[in-house]
């Protein structure tokens, strides 16, 4: 601790704070304009200046200066003021000053600071800038005529994000903030940059002339689309969501966004929106009233007696999946799951054996710290970019060591210093029981209290680093050093992010990542930890609330082969379309087409079209209610717009279905949560008013294991065919739902399938070239994408879109053997 | 004291004379009216378009809240505004619009007979307010 004066008031501070810092402390004033909270210090702009007592003779920058004991700070003086005055002024001598048109216009750093400090006339001439603009992409346009070097998009873009698209090129009055070969930029489109920029030299290019920022309502929620749970602040006007806002004040994310939070909105405002409820007559769906809707619908299950399964998605709120779960009650089925059942169901399962919880044993925040990280998939980044911002952060502020275990190079492995543990498509248990089998070997295991040592050291026999490396085609030694780095930090963190498209060995894969959890210590140490990460929004929600087959109940998979061979009678999809996500797209229409199907959704997706009732559901923005997001925090949405037509929020629906089953429901999301949280393992103790802006972590930021229980796994065999496809996900897409947001689809509109160069080469393929991929169970066709993180003999396509029709040939398997054949 | 009375008078039929007279013969008659006197509004137009840039400065500055402006993007990738209204019958011609205008794009005319029959006739939009 450091004590010092700032204008005549007594301050303690850390050591580690900047004199602007420990002023902000104390709210005491100064102007900055190149500063940023969560940027290094940097000194750009020299607005920032103050006096101070032991360094007379200067100004000094106090955004870059670090406290000293007893220093004595004056923020405001003469002349003070008048060297604020100049810096703006030469800031002015070549800024275009358009801000009538300018959509920075009443939130812009530079236009309050000319305000504040009466810069009315200026002593200096120059030329204005004339500098080209680009208005032609569609999330960022760039004036740069507008921009005043301050140099946050290029630092953001570096040590945030750890993409660097911009960087300051040329020098003196020349100089600017370009991207490579001063282009267009082609980068993640997060919007990170557009966020730091205190100019409208960055700005949303879908909110361009929309509003101004005073008229704009902002409304606290949370992101609807990975299980990241950011805080995203709905900019609303005329019952729209205009924009996305900034805030880093709120929730876990620091005001980071992906390209999903930041620019897929636009789903919410759609007019293809589901307005009115639809029931099937004569074979074709036809609009009805919400009494004839819910009536058929009751009328279906009751027919169907016993014979009711009900599939829901992970983007329902945790009040309305406690609904889900009493209406089952009301039916009288156990046959009840969430979001492709297995993966999910074997993600936790494997948890609850090895560690006895069913959830992510630390926070987000705390990998910032970590010393050692290692990221199961390369596609992490993929299904939660936020999350691997930080890992871009901790590797960058704390030098952590990040190891990814990939069958594909993918920005994980372009972060400085990353160590890409490359193996065959499948073979991910391998690796990680070589990881095990390494720190068992050199003594480096934390053994105490573990049980089921002596089987997991005999199963690991076979899993000699140099046996799997030569095996999945990796390096022995990579996998040695990365197996001491994790067992050697002192705080070091284990992810995996499961999903729809990665079904395959889900339980193996959190048994071999949880054994791995245990050996290094990471299960249950203060500051380490395991991270289970589901590819939803509540996916965690639906795993606490056990939205899971019950007793004798069946999981999603076996219920839609029931429902095919007429077993199941009924099928109810909540904010579910698995004719496109779910694998095995035969079993899928079977089933559909065989049982009496009541679907409630926000579009009219695929598997919509199939039902004989359809309800209209609402978006995320035009509910309330809390989501739980991978790291166990519990957030709160805000209504943000009204549904559209007479589409009704999930919680309205379930509601309506309960009565008309004679049972009651509670009255509002706030007293739905009351009673869930009473029998929620984890939640008895949360209250709504403990849900504050940060969110409410249940179990603690270090969730203990209740179990140090080592299970061995078996590995797995590689394809021996020449191609393979890999299912995931991509960057720029969420689920399927995403493919309805102009953002998204801006980026990336259509399916692709991903190659290397040298496959590319042998098959003589281009970009935008026809690709169709034969399997057995049928083929597959999309454009080409030559790209260079493929090895040999590996495919990628994602799974989020519809016409692709991938789950034709996928039903689940880690990799698919193909036979390419060019169209 | 008669000699006072006498003068006062004297202005008196002074203006009883033909010529003297103040009182405006309205409608027949009409007055000059001062440069800045604050009639209806006219959006000032240029040569292609108006010269209003919807920088939404005078509907939030409107203590009366009678404007509504909404901008949007033209083919030349220009700000303008698709709509902008004045409800008149809200106005209370305070001249703060003009004021605040950054472009002076919008201005007061003299134009005061203002009456109408109808409600939505002192709905001036963009092209009545062009034109008046
Ligand atoms: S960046 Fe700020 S000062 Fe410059 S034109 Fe835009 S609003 Fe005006
Ligand atoms: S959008 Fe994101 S990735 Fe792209 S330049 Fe900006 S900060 Fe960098
Ligand atoms: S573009 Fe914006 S953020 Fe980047 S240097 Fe210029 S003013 Fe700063
Ligand atoms: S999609 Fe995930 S990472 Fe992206 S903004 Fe939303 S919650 Fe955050
Ligand atoms: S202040 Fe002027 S430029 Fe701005 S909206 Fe009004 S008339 Fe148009
Ligand atoms: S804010 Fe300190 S130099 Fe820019």
Redesign the interface.
């Known amino acids: 601790m450091v004590n010092l004066t700032i204008d005549g008031k007594q301050i303690t501070t850390s050591k580690t704070s900047t004199i602007y810092e420990a002023a902000k402390e104390n709210d005491i004033y100064i102007p900055v304009l190149c500063y940023a909270k969560k940027l290094l210090p940097y000194g750009a702009c020299r607005v920032c200046l103050v006096e101070v007592e032991q360094m007379k003779g200067r100004l000094i920058p106090s955004c870059t200066t670090p406290v000293t004991e007893g220093m004595v700070v004056t923020t405001m003086s003469d002349e003070i003021k008048k060297v604020r005055k100049t810096v703006l002024e030469f800031l002015l001598v070549n800024h275009v000053v358009d801000?009538?048109?300018c959509d920075k216009?009443g939130e812009c750093d530079l236009q309050d600071l000319t305000y504040e400090y009466e810069v009315v006339t200026s002593r200096f001439e120059g030329e204005k800038f004339d500098l080209p603009k680009d208005?032609a992409n569609p999330f960022i346009e760039r004036n740069m005529n507008r921009c005043v070097l301050c140099g946050k998009c290029v630092r953001v873009c570096d040590e945030v994000v750890g993409y660097g698209s911009y960087s300051f090129i040329n020098r003196g009055f020349e100089t600017k903030i370009a991207t490579a070969f001063d282009r267009g930029l082609d980068c993640e489109f997060c919007g990170q940059c557009v966020s730091m920029c205190p100019v409208g030299a960055l700005l949303p290019r879908p909110f361009?002339?929309?509003?101004?920022p005073?008229?704009l309502k902002e409304v606290n929620s949370v992101c609807g689309y990975c299980g990241n749970g950011c805080t995203v602040t709905l900019g609303v006007k005329d019952n729209e969501v205009q924009t996305i806002r900034f805030n880093d004040e709120t929730g876990v994310n620091d005001g980071n966004l992906c390209i999903r939070g930041r620019f897929g909105y636009s789903y919410v405002n759609s007019n293809k929106r589901l307005t009115k409820p639809l029931v099937r007559r004569d074979g074709v769906l036809k609009e009805a009233s919400w009494d004839e809707a819910i009536q058929t619908a009751v009328q279906g299950f009751k027919d169907a007696g016993e014979q009711v399964g009900i599939i829901s998605g992970a983007r329902l709120t945790n009040e309305e999946l406690f609904l889900v779960k009493n209406l089952s009650k009301a039916l009288g089925t156990e046959n009840l799951d969430h979001s492709g059942g297995e993966c999910y169901k074997g993600v936790t399962e494997g948890l609850l054996e090895t560690l006895g919880v069913r959830a992510s044993t630390a926070t987000f925040p705390l990998v910032e710290k970590a010393n050692a990280i290692l990221a199961i998939r390369s596609d992490f980044y993929e299904t939660h970019p936020v999350f691997g911002m930080v890992v871009n952060q901790a590797i960058r502020r704390n030098e952590a060591k990040l190891s990814i275990i990939a069958d594909k190079f993918g920005k994980l492995s372009k972060l400085p210093n990353a160590r890409t543990l490359l193996h065959k498509p499948g073979l991910e248990l391998n690796v990680l029981n070589a990881l095990c089998h390494v720190i068992v070997e050199e003594g480096l295991a934390k053994t105490e209290g573990l049980n089921g040592l002596d089987e997991l050291k005999a199963a690991l026999k076979e899993y000699s680093a140099e046996t799997v490396a030569e095996l999945v085609g990796g390096d022995a030694d990579a996998i040695k050093q990365t197996a001491r780095e994790l067992a050697g930090a002192e705080n070091a963190a284990i992810m995996l992010a499961y999903g729809l498209p990665y079904t395959a060995y889900s339980k193996e894969l959190a048994i071999a990542a949880a054994n791995l959890a245990l050996l290094t210590g990471i299960a249950g140490r203060q500051g380490s930890g395991l991270y289970l990460c589901g590819e939803k929004a509540n996916s965690q929600g639906a795993i606490d609330l056990a939205i899971l087959p019950g007793g004798k109940g069946m999981g999603a998979q076996q219920m839609l082969a029931a429902a095919g061979s007429g077993e199941l009678k009924a099928l109810y999809l909540v904010g579910e379309d698995p004719l496109v996500s779910y694998p095995n797209r035969s079993l899928v229409e079977k089933a559909l087409e065989k049982s009496f199907l009541v679907v409630q959704d926000i579009f009219l997706s695929p598997s919509a079209q199939m039902a004989d009732v359809v309800f209209p559901a609402a978006s995320f923005a035009e509910k309330a209610g809390t989501f739980t997001n991978a790291e166990r925090r519990i957030q709160q949405l805000h209504v943000g717009i009204k549904s559209p037509g007479e589409a009704k929020t999930d919680f309205a629906i379930l509601q309506l279905l309960l009565k008309e089953l004679g049972t009651s429901a509670p009255a509002t999301p706030a007293e739905a949560f009351k009673s869930l949280a009473a029998e929620t393992p984890g939640y008895e103790m949360v209250s709504l008013d403990m849900v504050g802006p940060q969110g409410y972590v249940w179990g603690g930021d270090n969730l203990e294991p209740e179990l140090k229980q080592l299970v061995p796994v078996a590995g797995a065999q590689p394809l021996a065919d020449k191609y393979q496809l890999l299912v995931g996900s991509a960057l720029y897409h969420s689920g399927t739902l995403s493919t309805h947001a102009k953002g998204p689809n801006a980026a990336v509109a259509a399916p692709y399938i991903e190659l290397g160069r040298e496959d590319a080469a042998e098959l003589q393929l281009v970009n935008d070239d026809m690709l169709k991929l034969k399997t057995v169970e049928g083929e597959i066709q999309a454009k080409v994408k030559v790209d260079r993180r493929l090895p040999k003999g590996v495919f990628f396509t994602p799974y989020h879109f519809a016409e692709l029709e991938l789950n034709k040939i996928y039903s689940g398997q880690p990799a698919i053997a193909v036979e390419p054949v060019k169209v | 004291m008669f000699k006072e009375f006498a003068k006062g008078l004297s202005i008196t039929l002074k203006h009883l004379l033909p010529g003297n007279c103040t009182t405006v013969q309205y409608p027949k008659q009409k007055l000059e009216m001062s440069p800045r006197f604050r009639g209806l509004h006219r959006l000032v137009p240029t040569q292609h378009r108006e010269k209003c840039v919807a920088c939404y400065l005078c509907p939030t500055v409107c203590p009366a809240k009678c404007i509504t402006v909404e901008s949007a993007e033209n083919e030349k990738g220009e700000k303008y505004p698709k709509v902008y209204e004045i409800d008149l019958l809200r106005c209370i011609f305070c001249g703060y619009c003009v004021e605040a205008c950054p472009v002076e794009a919008i201005e007061m005319t003299d134009a005061y007979e203002l009456a109408n029959f109808k409600r939505e006739d002192f709905n001036f939009d963009k092209e009545r307010l062009l034109k008046s």
């Open positions: 801000c009538p048109v216009g208005e361009k002339f929309k509003a101004r005073w008229q």
